[in-house]
């Protein structure tokens, strides 16, 4: 169990997050329910995951597949947890992690989305996802190409077989060590990709999932709709860098 001094400080890290988060909704003149708050939990244990729902967070991402199962198999969450893949996933981590009814924010080839339109038709899960874009254009970044993005959602339109998966939208991370500026032109760069593939393809795309610790202000500025937020969260348990 975790004690209550624990429990305590997470519970204000939680509020403090949102706290940050809502400041910046109203900063940039958004409507207050606009940005959903996923809690990164990649940093720590199934029972601080826990405590983290217990304080009220109740939209996870973990980036390992793994370790959302594993963490499903040590603890019970309650069942309106939602959970969020948002690292590279592997094909053959499909088949465990679908009944999970995660959003896969990390969409970044044509063939792990068909892998993905499979899976979830063989085992009629719909499942949300977002396509990951590169758009630091750093080599070392995973996502795919700006250019990429078009000819994938109008083939996953196009194909009969995808009922079971909407594309709903776009994933983008700023570059290492980009300024804030610089990753709110990043940002921004991210939404006018998403208002360009909306009305080439006619696809509605509205979530945008970027924003993370460092740099969510900057991302509520330029649109996100979900900020991804580990290590605020867990300040105070983790060990500092
Ligand atoms: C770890 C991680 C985050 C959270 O980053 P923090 O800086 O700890 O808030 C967000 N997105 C992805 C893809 C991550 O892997």
Redesign the pocket.
């Known amino acids: 169990m975790m004690d209550s001094d624990s429990q305590t400080r997470l519970a204000e890290n939680w509020r403090a997050v949102q706290q940050d988060v809502q400041a910046a909704v109203t900063a940039a003149n958004r409507p207050d329910d606009s940005v959903t708050i996923?809690g990164?939990t990649?940093?720590v244990d199934a029972e601080t995951t826990l405590a983290l729902v217990n304080a009220g967070c109740r939209v996870l991402?973990e980036?390992r597949p793994q370790v959302l199962w594993k963490k499903n198999e040590e603890v019970a969450f309650p069942d309106d947890v939602q959970w969020h893949l948002?690292?590279h996933l592997q094909r053959n981590k499909l088949r465990r992690s679908l009944p999970f009814r995660p959003m896969i924010?990390?969409v970044d080839s044509p063939r792990l989305l068909t892998a993905i339109v499979e899976e979830a038709a063989a085992q009629q899960i719909p499942t949300k996802v977002l396509l990951e874009v590169n758009i630091s254009g750093e080599e070392a970044k995973t996502g795919l190409k700006p250019q990429e993005l078009r000819p994938m959602i109008e083939s996953h339109l196009g194909s009969s077989e995808s009922g079971e998966v909407e594309i709903v939208g776009l994933?983008a991370?700023a570059g290492w060590g980009t300024d804030a500026d610089a990753a709110r032109q990043q940002f921004a760069a991210t939404r006018q990709l998403r208002d360009e593939l909306q009305q080439q393809t006619g696809v509605a795309l509205p979530e945008l999932?970027m924003g993370?610790?460092?740099?969510?202000a900057a991302a509520i500025a330029e649109g996100a709709t979900m900020v991804?937020?580990?290590?605020?969260?867990?300040e105070g348990f983790l060990p500092t860098p």
């Open positions: 996923i990164v990649k940093y991402g980036n948002i690292g924010h990390s994933m991370m999932s993370m610790s460092g740099d969510f991804r937020i580990g290590s605020r969260l867990f």
